[in-house]
């Protein structure tokens, strides 16, 4: 019998971790979706663009909001309204600044940057558009107001006491005088 030296054991024990690893590379690199393709720059200025639009028009359409609660002088509503107006404000004011930044950074060819502006662009609209949303799911006061009230009372005859709850002549008073406990206050 062949005895094996120590070269041919370690590589024995060692070939099936290295198959393993190069299996689990294998299948790793097929995981991996495929790059993006980068926005042409039409297609980033209008982005740009259409993000500004956007921002203006939920302002416009939240002013209107804000018109027809202050109308109804429904303060609840115009509060949660005004609120989600000076966050529109906020975000359009960004979007101003991040598509000037975008227009600038394609002018130079630097593709980083305008990709960069590109992507807080693209977030950007996303959170106009929830707070377009958002502003659309303000309540106000009707919820709270349920209407006139009416109550009814229905009394059973026949469980009524016998006594006239409106002569006080017979109600009885104590057979003793009332004392309060020794530990009362009023000692």
Not at 15 to 30: D, E, N, T, Y
Not at 157 to 166: E, H, K, M, S, W
């Amino acid at each position: 019998m062949k005895r094996l030296t120590p070269k041919p054991i370690a590589t024995l024990f060692a070939a099936p971790f290295l198959l393993a690893a190069f299996v689990s590379g294998v299948l790793r690199a097929q995981d991996e979706p495929p790059a993006e393709r980068l926005p042409t720059t039409a297609e980033q200025l209008a982005l740009a663009e259409g993000v500004l639009s956007s921002a203006e028009q939920a302002t416009t359409a939240v002013q209107r909001m804000i018109e027809q609660s202050r109308s109804e002088r429904d303060l609840i509503r115009m509060s949660c309204l005004n609120d989600k107006l000076s966050q529109l404000g906020a975000n359009a004011s960004a979007a101003e600044g991040r598509s000037d930044a975008l227009r600038s950074a394609l002018e130079a060819g630097d593709t980083t940057r305008a990709s960069h502006e590109y992507t807080v662009l693209s977030v950007l609209q996303q959170k106009i558009d929830l707070l377009r949303q958002e502003a659309g799911q303000c309540i106000g006061q009707d919820v709270f107001e349920t209407g006139d009230t009416r109550v009814t009372v229905e009394v059973d005859g026949t469980r009524l006491p016998a006594v006239d709850p409106q002569r006080y002549d017979l109600i009885q008073a104590y057979p003793y005088a009332f004392f309060p406990p020794p530990t009362s206050p009023a000692d």
